[in-house]
């Protein structure tokens, strides 16, 4: 029981987020406890919240309603206004 109520006060908060927030606070956190495990270290606990909190802003920002995902006459995706 105690497992559920941790987990429901971590998520819960993240529900009136934009899809953007919520990318970042899962990107950062992530990337912090992936960062950390790796290294051992503060630092790398902290670049890899960094880095993973900027990936997540991206991914969150792409998936908002009103952006859409096109390719130019290379092949490369990028993200626009619908």
């Known amino acids: 029981m105690k497992k559920i109520l941790l987990v429901a006060s ?3 908060p993240l ?3 934009t899809a953007t927030e919520r990318g970042t606070a899962i990107g950062a ?3 912090g406890i992936i960062g ?3 290294t051992n270290d503060v630092r790398g606990a902290a670049v890899g919240a ?6 997540g802003a991206l991914i969150g920002r792409a ?4 952006y859409c995902y096109y390719r130019d006459q290379y092949g490369r995706r990028y993200t626009a206004r619908c």
């Open 10 to 12: 971590l998520i819960l």
């Open 36 to 38: 950390g495990a790796v």
């Open 50 to 55: 960094a880095v993973g909190g900027v990936a």
């Open 15 to 17: 529900a009136a987020c």
């Open 63 to 66: 998936n908002e309603p009103g």
């Open 29 to 31: 956190a992530s990337g």
